[in-house]
């Protein structure tokens, strides 16, 4: 059974960094796009990054595209997302997903790690 775990996630003051894994079992997702999405208190989940099987990176609005970068290992079957400059706004909790086939959209989903940014 395909799991997707995420990890990395705390509290953390503005300014700081953290990093999230992703770490997928059960099938490779090494042909296919992983996602990070995040949903914060009373708000809807929104769209985060992206990375294809071949590595093109797309982001969300915002400035998320200037301080959070993507990036997946294949042959570790895990996906990253490193969080600089973070401020109070991106306090949510962060999901990771994954397609089962190629454009079909993101059918996996992980349970979540929560990130907290202090002021």
């Known amino acids: 059974q395909v799991q997707l775990v995420e990890s990395g996630g705390g509290l953390v003051q503005a300014g700081g960094s953290l990093r999230l894994s992703c770490a997928a079992s059960?099938?490779?997702?090494?042909?296919?796009?992983m996602a990070w999405f995040r949903q914060a208190p009373g708000k809807e989940r929104e769209f985060v990054a992206s990375?294809?099987?071949?590595?093109?990176?797309?982001y969300g609005t915002g400035s998320v595209k200037d301080r959070f970068t993507i990036s997946r290992d294949s042959a570790r079957n895990t996906m990253y997302l490193q969080m600089n400059s973070l401020t109070t706004e991106d306090t949510a909790v962060y999901y990771c997903?994954?397609?089962?086939?190629?454009?079909?959209?993101?059918?996996?989903w992980g349970q979540g790690t929560q990130v907290t940014v202090s002021s």
């Open positions: 059960g099938r490779t997702f090494s042909r296919n796009a």
């Open positions: 997903a994954a397609e089962r086939t190629v454009g079909a959209g993101w059918d996996y």
């Open positions: 990375i294809s099987w071949s590595g093109i990176r797309t």
